[in-house]
Each structure stands twice: as structure tokens, then as C-alpha cells.
């Protein structure tokens, strides 16, 4: 441990790469090439779980769609080809069967899906936007932004069907004047005057909205479009730990058994599982985690494999010196650690230069992505990571240290003195 803080030991450390310069920067190569590649790939995999997590952020991560679509085989005296259309009863009946789900929106909509949009009118200002009918519920499956001020439809405008209304931020901008507050303000919906509740923060989450979508109870979408119980599709949201695979099979085989579909039409309902999409995403980050760690050590092994290679040749070059070092009384430990420190300074240096220049990679990518519809964001690598590859590099170093210094020490002084 003294000779850790020798002077001298690290004076001979230095004229030893001073002396071989280029030598030493290619042995040094190979562990920094191995860090550098483990905390890129690693920093990468963080930046695509980042990003990925901010794309569906504003929607549960276990949640899919359901609709209907038509029957391809005759059942119980139906024919083929037959238009299924969800009803709102539907929603009873799959949170009987199906424990795993936790949440049900139903949903019905004008605007997409070749339905015509409904014609809004404020003042001189018009426009055509997409209508949803939507329960509360809906927010808790995917959450939407209010701005400060307003709020979502609730309960009370379901029970009594109010003509309330949450806009769009385009929807706002192209209704009102700029300064103007569109909260109390009115807005005529297919010649229906609706109140504005809040007017709603557009961001991407795996559905079919946009930034100028207008939201109105679903209670009240019924009489406005006379829909009856129809509803367009279903968002539903499993508990977390359910198998959201099997949670969309189950709802397919209970809208099946309820609207007297054959058991195995596949055609009959469409979905969308988007918690399945999620779930191969998160184990392709994983998959490039690991990938990370096994090529990262690979190459570091070899990194420090070549140093090795590298101290064992400046110990044959250096074998009158470290002769005339154990003539005047230099102990086998005093020269075995001299070794040794030599190989753990190479190793280190080689892998926080890597270390550094990896994390201002991944610094400069991220700042390039910014603002861009990459799904990527904070490419950071855990602290725990870092650490344990110093840690690796620290033990890999001293094992490697060993062989060359062992060398070092069997040289016998005599020897070594006759050297020429």
C-alpha cells in the first residue's frame, strides 16, 4: 500500500509510457474501445426506453382497442358476412368475465374513420374537427393534459347530458382571438351550442387523436347523433401485472359469445394491443442492455489481455534495470506491485477516457434528437453500470498485472546483471 504512494513508483510508471508512447496508445486502445462500446450501447438502450416511455406516457401501458368488423363464417342461423356493432352493455359483461381488466372506455366518434366530422362554428370563425363521445373513465386509461383553468367531462355531465365540450389547442387558436379565454365560452357543434370545459394539450399516445379533437359526454354524443347504446370501439386497460396477450383473446372470445359469433372467427372483431407492442420495445431495449454488456466486457477482456501481452515485453526490455533494482535490495513484493500498478494505471486510463468520450457521444446524440419525432430521450447510463465496469476494469488489471509481474520477480539479479 506505501508503494501505492511512492513517488518514485509513479515517476517510473510514467518514463515507462513516456518512453514507448505509441506502444502504449494502441495497448490502451483496446479497453477503451470495449468501455466506449459498453456505455454507448447502454446509454442507447436507456435513450430508446426513454423515449419510448415518453411516446406512451399519456396512455396505459397495458391497454388495447377492440371493435367490431363483420363475421367471416354463419352461426347460430346468422350468415356470413355480418356487421358486428359493440353496444354499451358489452362493458358489463367483459368486466364480469375478465378480472384482469381494470379499466373500459367505450367510445364513439365523428370525424375519422370515413364518418363525416362534425361542423363547428364560433362567430365568423369555422371549422370541421373529429367529435368523441367519451365517459370519464377515459382518463384514466390515457390521461389527458388540461390546461390551467378547465378540466375533463365528469360524472355529472354523463347523468345529465350536457352540452359541455374539452377543445383542442388548434381548435382553440382558430375559434378564439388570441387573447381571448376560451373557458365559459360557446361554440356551436353541428348547430348545437356546447360550453367550453377545458380546452385539452395534444400528445401522441397510440390513438387516433389530434391536436384540434373536441370531447363531449358520451351521453350526450348519443342524442346530439342519435347512436343509441352503439359504440364505436372499446379502449381497455389490464391491471399491470396481467398478461395483456391473453386480456385480448379473453375480450375477443366474450364479444364472441356476446353478439352470437362463431368461436372461431378471427375477422368478426378488430384490435390493437398496444401494451404487446410496448412489451416487445421494452425486451428489444433489454436485448440491447445485455448486448451491451457482453460485447463490452469481450473487448475489454482483450483490451486488457493486450496490456498484459505489452508489459510482459517491457519486462524482457527492462530486465538489467529491474536486475539492478533487486541487487540493491528491492524486495520480489516491491517489484511484483510496481508491475502491477503499472498494468491497473494502463487499464484505468484506457477506460475512463472511454467512459468520457462515450458520454459526450451520447450527449451529442441527444441533443441532435431534440425536438424530433425520434423516440429517443436522456440517453443516461445508471451509475451502478459505471461502477461496476470500473470495478471490472480494477480486478481484470491486477489479474493481468500478475502474470508479467510474476516474470518480473522470477528474474534472478545475477542474471539479469550479465544482460546485455
Not at 506502444?23 to 423515449?51: C, E, P, Q
Not at 500498478?341 to 467512459?355: F, N
Request: charged share 20%; aromatic share 10%.
Amino acid at each position: 500500500m506505501r508503494q501505492l504512494f511512492d513517488r518514485n513508483t509513479w515517476q517510473e510508471i510514467f518514463q515507462s509510457i513516456r518512453k514507448n508512447k505509441m506502444r502504449t496508445f494502441l495497448t490502451m486502445i483496446g479497453v477503451f474501445v470495449g468501455i466506449y462500446i459498453y456505455i454507448g450501447l447502454s446509454g442507447a438502450s436507456k435513450g430508446l426506453d426513454n423515449g419510448f416511455e415518453r411516446q406512451f406516457e399519456s396512455v396505459a401501458m397495458n391497454s388495447l382497442f377492440a371493435w367490431g368488423q363483420s363475421t367471416s363464417m354463419p352461426y347460430a342461423g346468422f350468415k356470413t358476412g355480418r356487421q358486428i356493432q359493440l353496444k354499451l352493455g358489452d362493458v358489463d359483461v367483459m368486466y364480469n368475465r375478465i378480472p384482469e381488466i381494470e379499466n373500459i372506455a367505450p367510445r364513439n366518434v365523428r370525424g375519422i374513420f370515413g364518418s363525416e366530422p362534425g361542423v363547428v362554428i364560433r362567430g365568423t370563425n369555422s371549422g370541421n374537427y373529429a367529435v368523441y363521445g367519451d365517459f370519464p373513465t377515459f382518463t384514466k386509461i390515457a390521461t389527458k393534459k388540461i390546461y390551467d383553468g378547465g378540466r375533463f367531462i365528469n360524472d355529472e355531465d354523463i347523468d345529465q347530458a350536457r352540452k359541455v365540450c374539452v377543445i383542442g389547442e388548434r381548435t382553440q387558436k382558430e375559434l378564439f382571438d388570441e387573447k381571448e379565454d376560451p373557458i365559459g365560452g360557446y361554440i356551436r357543434i353541428d348547430n348545437i351550442y356546447f360550453q367550453v370545459v377545458g380546452v385539452h394539450k395534444f400528445t401522441p399516445g397510440g390513438g387516433f387523436e389530434s391536436d384540434s379533437d373536441i370531447y363531449i359526454p358520451f351521453t350526450t354524443f348519443r342524442k346530439l347523433y342519435n347512436t343509441g347504446d352503439d359504440v364505436s370501439w372499446f379502449t381497455i386497460a389490464a391491471y399491470d401485472d396481467a398478461d395483456v396477450v391473453q386480456v385480448e383473446e379473453d375480450v375477443k372470445a366474450v364479444l364472441r359469445s356476446i353478439h352470437k359469433v362463431h368461436p372461431k372467427d378471427e375477422r368478426a372483431f378488430g384490435s390493437f394491443n398496444l401494451g404487446e407492442i410496448f412489451n416487445k420495445i421494452m425486451g428489444f431495449s433489454s436485448g440491447m442492455t445485455f448486448l451491451s454488456l457482453i460485447v463490452g466486457i469481450a473487448t475489454i477482456l482483450a483490451g486488457v489481455i493486450g496490456i498484459g501481452n505489452i508489459l510482459l515485453i517491457s519486462v524482457k526490455e527492462r530486465t538489467k534495470e529491474l536486475g539492478v533494482r533487486r541487487a540493491l535490495g528491492a524486495t520480489p513484493a516491491e517489484v511484483r506491485n510496481q508491475i502491477i500498478i503499472e498494468s491497473l494505471v494502463l487499464t484505468l486510463l484506457a477506460g475512463i477516457v472511454g467512459i468520457v468520450i462515450g458520454a459526450l457521444t451520447l450527449n451529442i446524440i441527444d441533443s441532435v434528437t431534440q425536438g424530433s419525432d425520434f423516440p429517443y430521450t436522456n440517453p443516461t447510463v445508471p451509475i451502478r453500470f459505471v461502477t461496476g465496469a470500473l470495478a471490472l476494469m480494477i480486478v481484470l488489471g491486477i489479474l493481468i498485472g500478475l502474470i508479467p509481474a510474476q516474470r518480473a520477480v522470477s528474474i534472478r539479479p545475477i542474471d539479469a546483471l550479465r544482460e546485455e
